[in-house]
């Protein structure tokens, strides 16, 4: 069997099992489920591209998503009416200042020789600067989250149209995605500067802890993000649903489909939503292919087979890792507000670096590491099998304990315990991969 016709099998055979459980579980479930697992091959695209063309072992996947999620409100909501005249310039003159304390920070580190004197110029710059940036930015941030702190309490976005239009701009959201990449990829800079000289294994404490700080300034600036309270109402780039109800047109051809209007109208702007979000992944598809068969990508792949034989070579190794650093959060980044647009919300409280950064890894892994089609398979595979393992679970349970009385501790215990499967069910997986395809589904050539 050729590789074209086992690659084609592996596909075929993933997106059978999307499709029978819409024959099972309702078109609207399998929908969800090819959205997320298209936006899914999306992230375990950017992560192979560190981890598969350069080694570098980022834990810290989640943060850059969150920060695409950012980028959906900063883009897509309307401003806040008043909030920028409270607080806005407060806040720009202390984020300068902030800043201008960091600039200031590494000027006298440069400027002044090693010693007691230069530790303890740089600590009196950083605390003065610090004070100075509190004492600015608190009350400025106070002006803002107390205007309307029901429904906003928050600055805003960009979006031109006000309360009760701005959701009729929902082609805006198509830009908030580069832009999304873009915030993904200056903070990936800024972290690539700082930690892409530690070792793999520091850099992933790094980059998990750096997640985990993106994380909590999105679950607690308000002023930003609105914390906790959620961000809830982003416009969309395809219909409403409720419009389409409002249709004629439509009902009468979601009934000459056999579809009742609710229905029909749920499941079209999913398969519009299918429509772009496959058009971005072949995109990101079909320039990783042209980056890994580049010069580019093949210096890359050296750098990542000996670094020390590459930098013998003459090869800036810190210089390629912080572009390629760069360039899978950016796809990363993407990916977030491709989702936060899919759910229409950006919740601070459902980004969990370890278990959702984890879950990508094993796409990647399970796919094949260093192949572009292998993370794509993944993405899809695992997807699909965590949200559906849970459900198959509790059913095999259920028959299971069939014969056992109602009352019976154990097949309660057993039943509660069906809830677990989606973790006994992605290390199973793992542990046969690597027994018998070490290198994934789809192996790098």
Not at 236 to 241: D, H
Not at 295 to 308: C, F, K, S, T, Y
Request: neutral net charge; contains cysteine; hydrophobic residues 55%.
């Amino acid at each position: 069997m050729t590789d074209t016709v086992r690659n084609t099998l592996l596909f075929a055979v993933v997106f059978g099992l999307i499709i029978l459980s819409g024959f099972f579980q309702g078109w609207n479930n399998a929908m969800f489920i090819l959205n997320m697992g298209l936006i899914s091959a999306i992230m375990a695209l950017g992560v192979n591209l560190q981890w598969g063309f350069a080694g570098l072992f980022n834990v810290g996947v989640m943060g850059f998503v969150a920060l695409g999620g950012l980028a959906a409100v900063l883009v897509g909501m309307p401003a806040t009416p008043g909030a920028f005249a409270a607080g806005g310039p407060g806040v720009i003159l202390a984020l300068l200042l902030g800043a201008a304390t960091v600039v200031a920070a590494v000027f006298t580190m440069r400027r002044m020789a090693p010693g007691r004197n230069r530790g303890l110029a740089i600590t009196a710059v950083l605390i003065v600067g610090f004070f100075a940036f509190r004492g600015i930015l608190d009350p400025s941030v106070e002006l803002i989250e107390s205007v309307n702190p029901a429904q906003t309490g928050y600055l805003g976005g960009l979006n031109p149209g006000t309360d009760e239009t701005y959701k009729q701009n929902g082609w805006i959201m198509l830009i908030a995605w580069p832009v999304g990449g873009l915030l993904a990829a200056g903070a990936a800079w800024l972290i690539g500067k700082v930690a892409l000289g530690l070792r793999s294994d520091y850099l992933a404490i790094a980059t998990l802890g750096i997640a985990e700080i993106i994380i909590a300034i999105l679950k607690n600036e308000d002023w930003l993000t609105r914390g906790v309270k959620n961000v809830v109402g982003i416009p969309r780039p395809v219909p409403y649903e409720i419009d389409l109800q409002n249709s004629a047109a439509f009902v009468d051809r979601a009934a000459s489909m056999g579809f009742d209007p609710v229905e029909g109208s749920t499941i079209l702007v999913k398969i519009l939503y299918a429509i772009l979000f496959t058009i971005v992944l072949l995109i990101i598809l079909w320039l990783s292919h042209r980056a890994l068969n580049s010069p580019w990508g093949r210096m890359l792949r050296a750098i990542r087979d000996n670094e020390i034989a590459a930098e013998a070579m003459g090869k800036d190794v810190t210089k390629r890792h912080l572009q390629v650093f760069i360039l899978g959060s950016a796809v990363c980044g993407i990916a977030g507000a491709m989702m936060t647009t899919l759910d229409s919300q950006l919740t601070p409280g459902t980004y969990q670096p370890l278990r959702f950064t984890f879950l990508i890894w094993v796409m990647v892994i399970v796919g094949g590491s260093g192949s572009n089609l292998g993370a794509i398979l993944g993405g899809f595979l695992i997807w699909f099998l965590w949200v559906q393992v849970e459900p198959i679970g509790l059913f095999a349970m259920n028959i299971l304990t069939s014969g056992m009385a109602e009352d019976s501790a154990l097949r309660a215990h057993l039943i509660e315990s069906a809830a677990q499967m989606r973790l006994l069910t992605m290390g199973l997986i793992m542990i046969l991969v690597l027994r018998f395809s070490p290198r994934g589904l789809i192996p790098e050539k």
